[in-house]
């Protein structure tokens, strides 16, 4: 008996599934209709959600040592947001004139441009282990997402992101990598310049490349072209201070040369001229604390301070003011014997001045040899220096996914829900419209 029953519920069952694909194919047009309604409904909503969302995105990538401590290439302290200074997107702004005939300012520019840190699924994690257990989590993205939705027109849009870009790598490049060469000496350019003169240029000159080769010393790189380190140029360099430039200074002081014997004097009895007016204000100042000192009485405690706001002396007691007015008075004397000395000396090198031409040829050698071997350290330099920069800071900055459209809306989510809902829709009217013409046949019937 139970095997009939069992039997008798699996007919039960293919009546059910015939009944509902009759319905089903009864119904097709009222299902399709309905489906392709509310399918065509979603899909209009998707596209307009879609564009709504439309805009230009583009991913940056740094590459060089310090950008994972939140370093420049200078080891200043990074900054994104450097890709939006005025500079560069005045730049941008410029090459459209169409923005301005829109009605959109620099501000409005700056303002669309949006900057997002990428991190890895991995980083994600770790921070967020690390997070659980309290400990502190940093991290400096390496990449980062720029977007821009600015004028209604994606593909203008793309092209000014792309320039935008460009700017800012050009700038980057520009600021951390290509400044770093050193200026040979050009020693046509000395023309009109006394003998001191030239040596302080070429000293100055020498300082500058020595602190170049100092920042640059920090990494160990030897160069492939050269075979030098910058420990190596600055020893160079140092040499040519301690040896080169010493023995030029020397010959000079020694001789007392000049190239041009009239504007030397000129210039030296002015320095004297100076030096004597300095000598005679600081000997006069040594006069009135000389008689302000013998003035003082000890004995009788008491103090004849006839210009003391002058002096400017805060006293607090009577030996306070008068170990302040001998100290006052003792650098006052020590800088007239020193200013008389060094009139003395500079009226010495007046009166043996010299313009001796065998002196000056041998310093003009001099002078060529120095400058020669300067330039002949500085070619090496640059070349070390444009190694260096391609060894550590190639491509430091650069564009790993071009400006594209894309959108941030969910307009795929919403077609295939649409479609979804209007198949479900068009399936539950069929059953409904068949319910209800049942219902009115019992109905008829029982009339």
């Known amino acids: 008996m139970e095997k009939y029953d069992y039997l008798e519920e699996i007919r039960d069952d293919e009546i059910d ?3 509902i694909t009759k319905i089903l194919v009864k119904r097709k047009f009222l299902i399709i209709g309905i489906a392709a309604i509310v399918s065509l409904a979603s899909i209009i909503a998707g596209g307009v959600a879609y564009t709504k969302g439309k805009n230009v995105q583009a991913i940056i990538g740094y590459n060089y040592e310090g950008i ?7 080891e200043s302290q990074f ?3 450097d890709l939006k200074n005025n500079i560069i997107t005045r730049r941008t702004y410029e090459k459209y004139p169409i923005l301005k005939e829109k009605g959109i300012s620099l501000t409005d520019f700056i303002f669309a441009i949006k900057i997002k840190g990428l991190i890895p699924d991995r980083v994600s994690s770790l921070a967020e282990t690390s997070l659980k257990r309290g400990e502190t989590f940093i991290y400096n993205p390496v990449d980062y997402k720029i977007s821009l939705k600015l004028t209604g027109n994606t593909s203008l849009d793309r092209e000014i992101l792309r320039d935008l870009m460009t700017e ?3 700038y980057f490049n520009y600021k951390y990598k290509s ?3 050193v200026s040979t000496i050009n020693i046509n350019n000395f023309v009109g310049y006394d003998y001191m003169d030239m040596v302080k240029v070429i000293a100055l000159d020498i300082e500058l490349a020595k602190d170049l080769a100092g920042r640059l010393s920090k990494k160990s790189f030897i160069s ?3 075979g030098l380190t910058y420990g190596d140029i ?3 360099l140092t040499n040519m201070e301690e040896i080169d430039i010493n023995n030029i ?10 190239n041009n014997l009239v504007e030397r004097k000129l210039l030296l009895n002015n320095k004297v001229r100076n030096l004597k007016l300095e000598k005679d204000k600081t000997q006069s100042k040594a006069e009135v604390l000389k008689g302000m000192l013998r003035d003082y009485k000890p004995s009788t405690r008491k103090m004849i301070l006839p210009t003391i706001g002058e002096t400017g002396v805060k006293i607090s007691t009577e030996e306070e003011y008068y170990t302040a007015l001998l100290k006052d008075y003792e650098i006052a004397a020590t800088k007239v014997k020193n200013l008389e000395i060094e009139i003395e000396e500079e009226i010495r090198k007046v009166n043996e001045l010299s313009d001796n031409i065998v002196v000056k040829n041998q310093l003009d050698k001099q002078i060529e040899i120095a400058t020669k071997k300067y330039n002949k350290i500085i070619a090496k330099m640059n070349l070390m220096n444009q190694e260096y920069y391609n060894k550590y800071f190639a491509d430091s900055v650069r564009v790993i996914v071009e400006p594209s459209i894309t959108s941030n809306s969910k307009a795929g989510i919403i077609t295939l829900a649409g479609i979804i809902l209007g198949i479900m829709l068009g399936l539950g009217s069929a059953f409904l419209a068949e319910f209800i013409d049942h219902y009115h046949k019992n109905k008829h019937k029982v009339k």
């Not at 994972?68 to 200078?74: A, V």
Request: hydrophobic fraction near 30%; glycine fraction near 2%; charge should be negative.
């Open 224 to 226: 492939k072209t050269t």
């Open 179 to 181: 400044s770093e060469t």
């Open 234 to 236: 600055n020893k160079v």
């Open 68 to 74: 994972s401590k939140g370093l420049n290439p200078d």
């Open 79 to 81: 900054s994104v947001t």
């Open 168 to 170: 800012y790598i050009a």
């Open 17 to 19: 599934f015939v009944e």
């Open 249 to 258: 200074e020397s010959t000079i002081e020694v001789s007392n040369i000049t």
